[in-house]
């Protein structure tokens, strides 16, 4: 309270200020102006190289600011200064700044997304304070609370309620009693303990209001009309209406979220600004307002289609953030309430892209190529600025500076769009009505989608234009495509059985209008990892009757089609890479690679071994037509872009060719073929576009990418491809080739765990 009180009278008309830094920073932190903060300390570092006591002022206020391109930089080199012996900070009068270091590093690691980080860099803070035997006990508990807070958002439920219960037993002095009351307030959110954060916040609320009068006095606000504390009141705020809403007092929550509503500075705080929205609309769709309930989902939606990195950062501060994909469940349910199946259509698949634009969000080397490539390069650094400016939280921002900051994104993105329509793609999802769609479809086609929104699934079918949806059975979905899966890759006869009851529940509600149509089936959920290929109808698998081909959203139909032939002209292969580990080898890989080299000596290279390398194919594989991988796949459920593909290592790579680096590969391939384990097995976000090797290859410039869904029998795999390539080169489409090539093969090994794991996305032709 004593530093309050100093920083709060310093700040106070006619008192006279110290001619020094740290007057100013000391006045600027009470008053919320860290943007002043930040200006200040970059103008004397420009001037040399900071102390710690500025170092950790400038980290503060990018933390405060939420510029996480700054911050993490500016605590690497706080920390540096730490080591070597100058430790003392002038905010809040730290002698030694090492836990806050720790402290701002794992809030922005919650924000980034990157939990078991953010987890290992609390516990750091923890152990060193424990050690030191700290009086700082604000830092103690807003460590056990991020803690908390990142494990809870891994799922980790039982690590985040111990820490619940070492937070609430610990024991702080009468200064702290408030910090820790929201430091558990945070926590018992971040476990769902609604309850107990109505009681805790209730138990801190004569502390709260008494600072806040007394901050409102001393700054001169209570004159000026100015809110010093508003950025602490939203949050505050927002948790108590959020609890009353999940432990059922609807009434208290409804008023208090329309109070929220009409404050103007809520919607200049985008993180909080799209849950209050999100959930008076679920109380509007519970009243049975769904006009109302509508028009909160869309605006919602909108606030975080303004930017592109993931609006999360306020689980770090409140202990818990929404799942974004409620906005676009709830305007499905809403819109399908009053008949208007285009728009849900347009939802349901902008959700599916939504969620591969959060996944990409802190990327920011995508492969920029073609005549263009220039000003494209620099629309995508200046939208990456605009995007930054957007995430960044002032308390002086007024709506009308958002609002033009958020115009000038939108101008730049109808720019990219135009000359880069495939990286706008990944930078922010594109609604497609659905006569859009249609146009890019074949006409033998129909377009096969499907949606979950929370307990309910609906499937939805695109046909000459006309678009229907339809109630599915979703109740144990997830389970049966489990078990189905199980009894293929174990080649049991129960698997047609289960087959035949998956297609009851997904296909045949439908089938009215799919007769004799080739599908585009586009996946949600464990729908990803079913090989509908396998699916039976009236006896027979769907491959026998009709060619299939995936896509992660309908959006992409019109990013990938291609007036190029698919003439195998250049055939890239390499198979069985040498990767230093005798129990990785695949010779039956290097027998696949060898014999597609035979069957087209002429148009083919081949290399295996160590010439399998990583190098070779950033430096070459844009000269092939048809690219066919026989190696190792990796998926990495906690690092979807470091999913990667196992080839040589030399001395300019390391031999894992990652989603990421995947990315920026310049590719013309008409065709890629990714012959390995679980190569089309990505993450599965809760939006659901698949993360994996198959959508980085298709960004890069392939047209159809065909990967698997398990490891599968070596002589059936090589057959299946031969089958196929001879196909192609005959002059089939590839949907049509590796079709037939399964029909093929379904003969003399009617099983289909030979058969149905490879898949095809991408454009077909």
Not at 57 to 70: E, M, P, S, T, V
Not at 443 to 465: I, P
Not at 616 to 623: C, G, H, S
């Amino acid at each position: 309270m004593k530093t309050l009180l100093v920083a709060l009278l310093l700040a106070l008309p006619g008192v006279a200020a110290l001619a020094d830094y740290g007057t100013d920073q000391t006045a600027y932190a009470a008053q919320g102006r860290y943007d002043l903060i930040e200006q200040q300390v970059e103008a004397l570092r420009a001037k040399g190289p900071l102390r710690t006591r500025d170092q950790h002022a400038l980290c503060f206020a990018y933390a405060k600011l939420k510029r996480h391109d700054r911050l993490m930089p500016c605590l690497d080199q706080l920390e540096a200064l730490v080591r070597k012996g100058d430790r003392r900070t002038r905010l809040f009068g730290l002698d030694d700044a090492t836990p806050t270091v720790h402290l701002m590093r794992a809030e922005a690691l919650i924000d980034l997304g990157d939990l078991n980080a953010a987890r290992a860099q609390a516990n750091e803070a923890l152990i060193w304070l424990r050690k030191e035997q700290s009086d700082d006990h604000d830092m103690v508990v807003n460590a056990y609370a991020l803690l908390a807070v990142a494990a809870a958002l891994q799922g980790d439920g039982a690590l985040a309620r111990q820490t619940v219960g070492l937070l609430k037993d610990f024991n702080v002095a009468a200064d702290y009693k408030r910090a820790k009351a929201m430091a558990l307030a945070r926590a018992q959110m971040a476990v769902g303990a609604w309850a107990e954060v109505i009681a805790t916040m209730a138990s801190s609320e004569a502390d709260f209001r008494f600072d806040a009068m007394l901050d409102r006095l001393l700054s001169g606000a209570a004159f000026s009309g100015r809110n010093n504390w508003v950025w602490v009141e939203l949050p505050r705020a927002y948790m108590l209406h959020k609890a009353q809403l999940e432990v059922g007092r609807v009434d208290a929550a409804r008023q208090g979220l329309d109070k929220l509503l009409a404050m103007p500075e809520l919607r200049v705080h985008g993180e909080l600004h799209w849950q209050v929205l999100l959930d008076r609309a679920v109380i509007a769709e519970r009243d049975g307002d769904n006009a109302l309930a509508l028009r909160l989902y869309e605006q919602a939606r909108q606030v975080i289609e303004s930017q592109r990195r993931s609006v999360r950062s306020e689980a770090s501060k409140i202990g818990f953030s929404s799942d974004k994909q409620h906005i676009y469940r709830g305007l499905v349910r809403t819109a399908l309430k009053q008949n208007n199946t285009a728009l849900a259509f347009q939802t349901a698949e902008h959700a599916k892209a939504r969620a591969l634009v959060d996944m990409l969000a802190q990327k920011a080397d995508f492969g920029i190529y073609g005549n263009n490539a220039a000003r494209v390069g620099e629309l995508f650094k200046r939208f990456e600025q605009l995007d930054i400016e957007l995430g960044i939280q002032r308390p002086d921002a007024t709506d009308n500076a958002r609002q033009a900051l958020r115009n000038q994104w939108a101008q730049t993105m109808a720019e990219l769009r135009d000359l880069a329509p495939q990286l706008a793609s990944l930078l922010a999802p594109q609604a497609l009505a659905p006569a859009d769609v249609s146009r890019h479809l074949d006409a033998d086609e129909a377009l096969v989608g499907y949606f979950s929104a929370d307990k309910a699934w609906y499937g939805y079918t695109l046909v000459g234009g006309q678009l229907r949806f339809f109630n599915l059975e979703g109740e144990g979905l997830e389970e049966d495509v489990r078990d189905f899966r199980d009894a293929v890759k174990r080649r049991r006869r129960a698997a047609n059985e289960l087959g035949d009851a998956l297609f009851d529940r997904l296909l045949k509600p439908m089938m009215t209008g799919l007769q004799g149509k080739h599908l585009v089936i586009v996946p949600q959920g464990s729908l990803h990892y079913l090989p509908f290929a396998a699916l039976r109808q009236d006896g027979k698998f769907l491959v026998e009757s009709r060619s299939l081909r995936y896509l992660p959203s309908a959006a992409l139909a019109g990013l990938l089609r291609s007036s190029d032939t698919s003439s195998i002209q250049r055939l890239l292969v390499l198979g069985n890479p040498d990767l230093n580990r005798p129990e990785l080898d695949l010779p039956s890989a290097q027998q696949e690679a060898q014999s597609l080299h035979q069957k087209f000596p002429n148009r083919s290279e081949l290399f295996v071994r160590r010439a399998a390398s990583e190098s070779l194919v950033k430096q070459r594989a844009a000269e092939f037509s048809h690219i066919h991988l026989a190696s190792h796949g990796e998926f990495s459920s906690d690092n979807p872009l470091g999913s990667r593909l196992k080839l040589a290592a030399d001395d300019r790579n390391d031999g894992m060719l990652t989603v990421s680096e995947i990315y920026s590969l310049p590719l013309r391939a008409h065709m890629v073929v990714l012959s390995a384990c679980e190569t089309g097995l990505g993450q599965i976000t809760s939006g659901d576009d698949v993360i994996g090797l198959t959508r980085g290859f298709l960004y890069a410039g392939a047209k159809n990418v065909v990967g698997s869904l398990w490891e599968v029998d070596d002589d059936a795999t090589s057959t299946l491809f031969q089958a196929m390539y001879e196909l192609m080169a005959q002059g089939r489409s590839p949907k049509q080739a590796l079709a037939q090539a399964q029909a093929r093969l379904l003969k003399d090994k009617p099983h289909p765990f030979y058969w149905s794991a490879f898949f095809l996305s991408g454009s077909g032709s």
